[in-house]
T-cell receptor
Framework: DTGVSQDPRHKITKRGQNVTFRCDPI?????LYWYRQTLGQGPEFLTY????????KSRLLSDRFSAERPKGSFSTLEIQRTEQGDSAMYLC??????????????FGPGTRLTVL | RKEVEQDPGPFNVPEGATVAFNCTYS??????FFWYRQDCRKEPKLLMS?????NEDGRFTAQLNRASQYISLLIRDSKLSDSATYLC???????????????WGLGTSLGVNP
């Protein structure tokens, strides 16, 4: 399967714990995005990378959230001191090389986080 | 006001019906427009992009009116398998002309009944 993959698919944690999610984009896609989706809502943008550079962060991304893409390939999203309000589906997407005319974003299956 | 607004739904229609979804966006600088489909507990998947000239893909027709900042999706001869949430998405471009973040509507739920 050469699509976007995310790990883990499900995570249950207790409030106050730290969690880390991983996203592996489609190879050669240089843009990688993180979104968060809660029930009944559309996805909300969190941040995106072009190669290893983090180009934009949403105000939704509090200081408890940090994302990295150290080698311009896979990315991690860490949430420190989780709160119940962090419970959501965390979606990762990637898009092709800059300069393509379309730039469709391809989504991974998501990581569903439940904070107890 | 939300950046992208959609019909609240849900829409419940019989098989074979024609159903239309509407969407408005607030940022006149928006450059690209899409309809995504999302099945329950699955990731969103691109259904079709939307062009000013209108575009059709089988039973699906998308229209864009830039002057009114309005997007529509028409589904003809609806099938049971069309049951899903349909999300309207817009994006602006960065200085290099590449799509930036996607701005999503809340989605409209469609149920097609036998």
């Amino acid at each position: 399967d050469t699509g976007v993959s995310q790990d883990p698919r499900h995570k249950i944690t207790k409030r106050g714990q730290n969690v880390t999610f991983r996203c592996d984009p489609i190879s050669e896609h240089n843009r990688l995005y993180w979104y968060r989706q809660t029930l009944g809502q559309g996805p909300e943008f969190l941040t995106y990378f072009q190669n290893e550079a983090q180009l934009e962060k949403s105000r939704l991304l509090s200081d408890r959230f940090s994302a990295e893409r150290p080698k311009g390939s896979f990315s991690t999203l860490e949430i420190q001191r989780t709160e119940q309000g962090d419970s959501a589906m965390y979606l990762c997407a990637s898009s092709p090389r800059t300069g393509s005319s379309y730039n469709e974003q391809f989504f991974g299956p998501g990581t569903r986080l439940t904070v107890l | 006001r939300k950046e992208v607004e959609q019909d609240p739904g849900p829409f419940n229609v019989p098989e074979g019906a024609t159903v239309a979804f509407n969407c408005t966006y607030s940022n006149s600088a928006s450059q690209s427009f899409f309809w995504y489909r999302q099945d329950c507990r699955k990731e969103p998947k691109l259904l079709m992009s939307v062009y000013s000239s209108g575009n059709e893909d089988g039973r699906f027709t998308a229209q864009l009116n830039r002057a009114s900042q309005y997007i529509s999706l028409l589904i003809r001869d609806s099938k049971l398998s069309d049951s899903a949430t349909y999300l309207c998405v817009v994006t602006t471009a960065d200085n290099a002309g590449n799509n930036r973040k996607l701005i999503w509507g809340l989605g409209t739920s469609l149920g097609v009944n036998p």
